[in-house]
C-alpha cells in the first residue's frame, strides 16, 4: 500500500496558544482517513496545513514522497495537482459573482488543463456529481445547499487529484442532503481511486465513510486505527466521550 | 395506504384525550410572502397543531419546509413581509391578532426563544450576567437588582453551567459556543416561560456538543412543565429529544405536516415515503459507502399531499392525491 | 406516481431548471432608473452645450444686468453681468459635472489597488498602507486645494487633482475591508488550493467580488463631491471667471439676494439636484447587483 499524504510531528502555534502538538498520520492510497475532534481541536488547522495554506512551526508533510513545505513555487504549483479541497460552507464554496462554470474553468485554467478540453471536461464533471449540464449557466446563489457542494467537489476532482482534504465537507448541509453527498464522494473514491482527508466533528459521518480514524483533542491525536477497531474499542477517555454522545442519538 | 377512519379536516390527526389543556393551539395557518409582481409564494400551507403543556412537539423537516416560519408565525414572530392567516391561540389570546406592545409582554416572557446561533439572543457587547439580569427585570420577574442576581446565577446552574459567578462575568465570546448555547437557553427559561421554541439548537455546535445542549433541553421541560416546540432536520436529534411517551414529532414537507403521530410511532414504524427516507438516509457503518439512502426527488418536490388520515390511534399520514382537483378523496 | 423504478438512485436526478438571466437594467429600482433617466439627459443636454442654440455664456451687456426670469430672451434671466443665466447654467453644469465626476473615477481606481493590495497582505504591508491612508484621510480638502491653487494656479485640472486626493482615502478603507473579508471566504481559499497564481486569484476570484461595493460607494459619493466641488468653486478655488461654475454663479448671485433671491435659486437647484441623483443611482446599483448575487 503507497501512502499518498502523511505527517510527521506537526506542530502549530499562535503566540503562546498550540493548535497542533506534534500530529502524525499517514493516509493510504484510494482510502479514507476520518479526523474527528470537537471545535478547537485543530482539526481543521491540520487540514490546512497538510495542503500547505498555512505554514508550520515544526514537522513535515510528505505528499506522495514530496517534503511540501521544502517544495519551490513551480513545484508546488505542480503538486497542487495532487491534493485538492472540499470546503465547509457550500454557500461560499463558490465564487458567487462567477456562473458555476466559470466557477470550474477558474480551476481547470489553474490545473493547467487545456483550455480546447474545457467546455467538454465541465460538462463531464458535472454529470460525475448528478448534475445535469444545465446547471452550468447557474449562479451559485440559485443552488441549494446540496447541489453547491456538489459543484465544489467536481471542481475538487477537476484533474483527478490523489487526494481530497474535506474540511467538514457535509457538516452545513440537512441530514438528508448529506446523504447524497456522501454517497457521491463514495462513488468518487470508487471510481476515481482518490484518497479522502475527511475532517468532520460528526462521529456518525466518520464512522460510515472512513477505513482509518484519527481522533484530535486539542491539538493532540489521541487515539488512531482502523475505524472499526477505535470505535468499538476505544482506549482514550475522550473517543469514549464522543462515542457515547454518538450513541444516545441512535436510539431508533 | 388505508385509511381506517377519516378525520375532518382538521390536519392535528390525533384525537386527544378529553380535558387536556393546550398551551398553543394553531388552526389553519397560512403563511405566504410576496413574489414576483403580486403572485404569492405559499411557504406554509394550511396547517395546524396543538401543543401540550410537558410536551415535546418535534417539527421535522429539511431546509425549505417551512418549519421554521411556521414555528415563528405561530408565535407572533413571522418574518417581515410574511402575510399569516389562521389562528394561534395561546392563553385565550390569538398571537396572530395582537398588537406589538401586547405580543411583546408575551414573547420573551410567556414564551421562550432558543435560536440556532445563540449570537442572536446574546448582546456580544454586554457581560453574559448583565443580559440575563436585564431580562428578569425587563419583565418584571425579580423584585430588586439583588434579586435578579441571584436568580441569574440559579439559571446558568440550571443549565449545568458549573462555575456561574465566573460565566455571568464574561462576554459572549469569551466561552465557547456550547455554553453560549446554554446561556441562550437560559435566557429563554428566566421567565419560566409556557412554551419554548428552540429552532435547530444544535445544528450549529459539534455533534458531541449538541447532543448535551438537546438532552438539557429534554431534562428541563420536564422540571418546568413547559412546552417545548423542536424545530429540526436531524432525525437522530429528533429521537432524543422526544423521549417521553407523550412526545410527539410532526413531519414538514413544502410547507405542509406530511405525518403527524407519538415519536415511537413516527420514528418506529413511519408510514409516509418522506420520512421513511429521512429515517433510511442515516449515515452509520452498518450502510455500505455510496448506497445511504436518499429521497427520491418525486417525494422532495410533490404538493399533491391530501389532508392527515389517520392509520392507527394517535398516528395520522398525508397521502397522494392523484387528481389534483379531487381534493376530498385519497389513495384508496 | 409511485416511484416503480427498482434500483433507489443513490443521488436524486435534479430537476432541469433554465437559468434566465435579468439584464441589470430591469432590476434597478424605480427611484433609481428614475434618477438615471434624469441624469442622462442632463448629460446630454451638457454634452451637446456647445451646438444648441444658447446665448453666449461669457459676455453680456450690464444694460441687461439681473433681469428676471421669463424676460425677453432670457429665460432664466440674467446675472449681475447681463450674461444669460441658462447659457451659463448649461456650461457650469458641464463643469461641475467633470468635476465631480472624473476625481472620483481616478480616486475609484487608485484607492482600489491600494485596499486591494493591503486587503491582501500580511501585517506589515497591510499597517503601512492603511496608516498612510489614514494619514490622507486627516487632511483637510480645503486646505488642501488651497495649497494646490497657490502653487500650481487656480483652474479646473488644479480642483480635480485636490479632489482626486481627497476621496482615495475613503475608497481605500472600503476596498481593504471588502477585501480582507473575501480573502478568508472559502472560495478564495480553494482558489489558493488549485495552484492559481496571484494576480490570477486578484483579478478573477477577488475583484469581481469586491468590486460591486466598492463601484456602489464611489457613485454615491459623486454626489458629495459634487456639491464639494461647488463649494469651493464659491470661496473662489474652482475654475477662473469668466468661466461658468455652479459654485461661483453661486457667488456672484449674491449681490441680488437683496433684489431678487429667486435669481440665485437656478444655480442651487442645479447643485442639489446632481447631489441626490448620484447617491440615488448609486443606491441603486448595489441593490441591483446585489440580486446578482455578487453579494458574498
Known amino acids: 500500500m503507497s501512502t499518498v499524504l502523511s505527517a510527521e510531528n506537526v506542530v502549530k502555534r499562535y503566540g503562546s496558544f ?92 489553474a490545473q493547467g488543463i487545456a483550455r480546447s478540453t474545457w467546455n467538454a471536461k465541465a460538462e463531464e464533471l458535472l454529470g460525475q456529481v448528478s448534475l445535469p449540464a444545465d446547471y ?48 457521491t464522494f463514495a462513488e468518487l473514491q470508487s471510481s476515481l481511486g482518490v484518497a479522502m482527508f475527511f475532517i468532520s466533528h460528526d462521529l456518525a459521518v466518520v464512522e460510515h465513510i472512513s477505513d482509518d480514524v484519527l481522533v484530535l483533542n486539542r491539538g493532540t491525536a489521541v487515539e488512531s486505527g482502523k475505524t472499526r477497531d477505535v470505535l468499538s474499542n476505544p482506549q482514550d477517555p475522550y473517543t469514549r466521550e464522543l462515542l457515547e454522545a454518538r450513541h444516545s442519538v441512535s436510539a431508533l | 395506504m388505508s385509511a381506517t377512519t377519516n378525520l375532518p379536516t382538521t390536519p392535528r390527526g390525533a384525537e386527544l384525550p378529553p380535558g387536556v389543556p393546550l398551551v ?57 413581509g410574511a402575510r399569516v392567516a389562521g389562528a394561534a391561540v395561546f392563553s385565550g389570546q390569538n398571537l396572530l391578532e395582537l398588537n ?64 456561574p459567578e465566573r460565566v455571568a462575568h464574561c462576554y459572549p465570546h469569551e466561552v465557547s459556543g456550547g455554553m453560549r448555547q446554554r446561556i441562550a437557553i437560559a435566557i429563554a427559561i428566566c421567565c419560566d416561560p409556557e412554551l419554548i421554541v428552540a429552532d435547530e439548537p444544535s445544528s450549529a455546535l459539534d455533534a458531541s456538543v449538541g447532543v448535551r445542549v438537546v438532552q438539557l433541553l429534554d431534562d428541563l421541560r420536564e422540571r418546568l412543565n413547559t412546552a417545548i416546540l423542536f424545530i429540526t432536520h436531524d432525525i437522530g436529534i429528533a429521537a432524543l429529544i422526544a423521549s417521553k411517551p407523550n412526545d410527539r414529532v410532526a413531519v414538514m414537507l413544502g410547507g405542509r405536516i406530511v405525518e403527524l403521530g407519538f415519536a415511537h ?26 448506497s445511504l439512502a436518499v429521497v427520491p426527488d418525486e417525494v422532495r418536490t410533490q404538493r399533491n399531499w391530501g389532508p392527515l388520515l389517520e392509520v392507527e390511534p394517535g398516528h395520522a399520514v398525508a397521502s397522494l392525491i392523484e387528481n389534483p382537483t379531487d381534493q376530498k378523496g385519497g389513495l384508496a | ?29 424605480m427611484r433609481s432608473a428614475v434618477a438615471l433617466g434624469i441624469l442622462t439627459a442632463i448629460v446630454v443636454i451638457v454634452v451637446a452645450a456647445p451646438i444648441l442654440p444658447l446665448a453666449d455664456p461669457l459676455t453680456g451687456s450690464l444694460s441687461d444686468r439681473l433681469l428676471p426670469f421669463f424676460s425677453d430672451g432670457h429665460v432664466l434671466g ?112 480553494a482558489a489558493r488550493a488549485s495552484g492559481a497564481s496571484l494576480p490570477s486569484i486578484l483579478l478573477r476570484q477577488v ?21 464639494i466641488a461647488g463649494g469651493l468653486g464659491f470661496i473662489g478655488l474652482g475654475v477662473p471667471s469668466p468661466e461658468p461654475e455652479l459654485g461661483s454663479i453661486l457667488q456672484e448671485m449674491q449681490v441680488a439676494v437683496y433684489t431678487d433671491p429667486s435669481l440665485a435659486l437656478a444655480p442651487v437647484v442645479v447643485i442639489l439636484a446632481l447631489s441626490v441623483l448620484f447617491p440615488l443611482i448609486g443606491d441603486g446599483l448595489r441593490e441591483a447587483i446585489t440580486g446578482r448575487g455578487s453579494d458574498a
Not at chain 1, 474527528?36 to 490546512?48: A, D, I, P, Q
Not at chain 1, 496545513?49 to 513551480?74: E, N, P, Q, W, Y
Not at chain 2, 409564494?41 to 431546509?63: C, F, I, R
Request: charged fraction near 20%; hydrophobic fraction near 45%.
Open chain 1, 18 to 109: 498550540t493548535a497542533l502538538h506534534g500530529v502524525s498520520f499517514a493516509l493510504e492510497k484510494g482510502k479514507t482517513l476520518g479526523v474527528v475532534g470537537e471545535s478547537g481541536s485543530g482539526k481543521s488547522t491540520l487540514g490546512r496545513i497538510v495542503m500547505r495554506l498555512m505554514t508550520l512551526d515544526s514537522g513535515k508533510v510528505l505528499l506522495g514522497d514530496d517534503d511540501l513545505f521544502a517544495l519551490s513555487r513551480a513545484d508546488l504549483r505542480v503538486a497542487r495537482r495532487r491534493i485538492q479541497l472540499v470546503p465547509q460552507d457550500p454557500r461560499h464554496a463558490l465564487n458567487p459573482a462567477m456562473t458555476v462554470k466559470d466557477n470550474l474553468f477558474f480551476q481547470l485554467r
Open chain 3, 1 to 29: 406516481m409511485t416511484n416503480s423504478s427498482a434500483a433507489t438512485p443513490s443521488v436524486a436526478s435534479v430537476p432541469v431548471v433554465r437559468f434566465h438571466r435579468r439584464s441589470m437594467l430591469s432590476r434597478l429600482p
Open chain 3, 78 to 189: 440674467t446675472d449681475s453681468q447681463g450674461r444669460d443665466m441658462v447659457a451659463r447654467l448649461v456650461f457650469a453644469t458641464r463643469t461641475s459635472l467633470i468635476a465631480g465626476v472624473v476625481p472620483i473615477v481616478i480616486a475609484t481606481l487608485i484607492g482600489l489597488i491600494i485596499g486591494t493590495i493591503a486587503g491582501l497582505s500580511g501585517k506589515v504591508v497591510n499597517t503601512i498602507l492603511m496608516r498612510a491612508v489614514d494619514i490622507m484621510f486627516a487632511f483637510p480638502g480645503v486646505l488642501l486645494s488651497l495649497l494646490l491653487a497657490i502653487t500650481l494656479g487656480v483652474g479646473l485640472p488644479t480642483l480635480i487633482l485636490a479632489l482626486t486626493v481627497v476621496w482615495i482615502a475613503p475608497v481605500a478603507r472600503i476596498a481593504e475591508t471588502e477585501v480582507a473579508r473575501i480573502r478568508d471566504l472559502d472560495f478564495v481559499v
Open chain 3, 207 to 227: 475583484t469581481p467580488v469586491s468590486l460591486p461595493a466598492v463601484l456602489a460607494y464611489s457613485t454615491s459619493l459623486v454626489g458629495a463631491n459634487v456639491a
Open chain 2, 24 to 80: 398553543l393551539d394553531a388552526t389553519s395557518v397560512s403563511v405566504s410572502f410576496r413574489g414576483k409582481g403580486s403572485r404569492y409564494n405559499t411557504v406554509v400551507d394550511s396547517v395546524g397543531l396543538g401543543l401540550e403543556q410537558s410536551q415535546v412537539t418535534v417539527l421535522l423537516g429539511e431546509s425549505g419546509s417551512g418549519k421554521t416560519v411556521f414555528a415563528r408565525s405561530i408565535t407572533g414572530m413571522a418574518p417581515r
Open chain 2, 265 to 290: 410511532q413516527v420514528l418506529r414504524n413511519p408510514k409516509h415515503p418522506y420520512t421513511r427516507a429521512l429515517l433510511a438516509a442515516e449515515p452509520s457503518a452498518d450502510v455500505a459507502r455510496g
Open chain 2, 100 to 163: 406589538g406592545r401586547e405580543l411583546r409582554k408575551v414573547q420573551g416572557n410567556r414564551i421562550g426563544m432558543v435560536p440556532q446561533d445563540p449570537n442572536a439572543s446574546l448582546d456580544p457587547m454586554r457581560r453574559v450576567g448583565g443580559q440575563i439580569i436585564e431580562t428578569l427585570m425587563q419583565h418584571g420577574k425579580a423584585a430588586s437588582k439583588t434579586a435578579a442576581k441571584a436568580r441569574m446565577l440559579e439559571l446558568l446552574e440550571l443549565v449545568h453551567i458549573h462555575e
Open chain 1, 136 to 183: 452550468l449557466h447557474a449562479y451559485p446563489h440559485e443552488l441549494s445547499g446540496g447541489q453547491a457542494q456538489r459543484v465544489a467537489i467536481a471542481r475538487a476532482i477537476a484533474n483527478k487529484p490523489e487526494v481530497l482534504v474535506c474540511d467538514e465537507a457535509v457538516s452545513a448541509l440537512d441530514k438528508s442532503v448529506q446523504a447524497q453527498v456522501l454517497n
